[in-house]
């Protein structure tokens, strides 16, 4: 069964300063999609950042990135230079069993960004 | 408006009762879906859709109806609502495409908060 796990519920960091989010995942899929999405307090998903895990670079958009671990089926996000539009849900999710789009998301952690 | 809307945002409504939660999307994707957000679950797959009078079963289906019979729309019924079911529900789209690789962002609707009472 696809899996998608946050162990941390919720983390606060300072403004300015860098956070990251842990994510773990099972598959018995080679190739799969991994992304991380942002639900702030207007309840809107918006996807901040994606990962194809034939790839082997890890992904980066502006003050985003990820560490893509395959072997340890780890996919954390980083944050740097952290804004206060930053505090939100933070749900990793991952498109895991490779049969056309279906998403399996972990519970998600809530980050505060502390001025 | 273009993107991907849902109806209503807000209801709440009794135990037993019918409720059907709208969703409609602009881009033409083939794939749409359901999912439900409940506290410490993150959200979860109740129905998907391919396209026009394709659908599936997610992972919490038990309770629920969907129906497509055109592209853009994707309604999702409870046919005698339970309290169990006050939830967030989102509706979601997403075109596959292969140019090599896969693509498929998937966009979600604005949710709607169902209080069963």
């Known amino acids: 069964a696809q899996t998608v796990t946050q162990s941390q519920p919720e983390m606060s960091v300072q403004e300015a300063e860098t956070v990251t989010l842990s994510c773990t995942y099972d598959?018995?899929?080679?190739?799969?999609?991994l992304f991380w999405y942002k639900q702030p307090p207007s309840r809107q998903m918006i996807l901040v950042i994606r990962?194809?895990?034939?790839?082997?670079q890890n992904a980066t958009e502006n003050r985003f990135s990820v560490n893509f671990q395959k072997a340890a089926k780890s996919f954390s996000l980083k944050i740097s230079d952290s804004q206060l539009g930053d505090t939100a849900m933070y749900f990793c999710?991952?498109?895991?069993?490779?049969?056309?789009?279906?998403?399996?998301f972990g519970g998600g952690t809530r980050l505060m960004v502390k001025p | 408006d273009a993107g991907i809307t849902q109806s209503p945002r807000y209801k709440i409504t009794e135990t037993g009762r019918q409720v059907t939660l709208m969703c409609h999307q602009t881009?033409?994707?083939?794939?749409m879906f359901w999912y439900r957000q409940d506290l410490g679950h993150g959200l979860r797959l109740i129905y998907y859709?391919?396209?026009?009078?394709?659908?599936d079963k997610g992972e919490v289906p038990d309770g629920y109806v969907v129906s497509r019979s055109k592209t853009e729309n994707f309604p999702l019924t409870l046919e005698s609502a339970t309290r169990s079911q006050t939830s967030v529900y989102f509706c979601?789209?997403?075109?596959?495409?292969?140019?090599?690789?896969?693509?498929?962002?998937?966009?979600f609707g604005p949710g709607t908060r169902l209080t069963v009472l």
């Open positions: 979601a789209s997403s075109e596959l495409m292969t140019s090599g690789a896969f693509y498929n962002e998937q966009f």
């Open positions: 598959t018995s899929e080679n190739n799969y999609y």
């Open positions: 990962q194809e895990a034939y790839k082997q």
């Open positions: 999710a991952g498109d895991l069993n490779n049969a056309g789009n279906m998403l399996t």
């Open positions: 881009w033409s994707h083939s794939y």
């Open positions: 859709s391919a396209a026009a009078d394709i659908t």
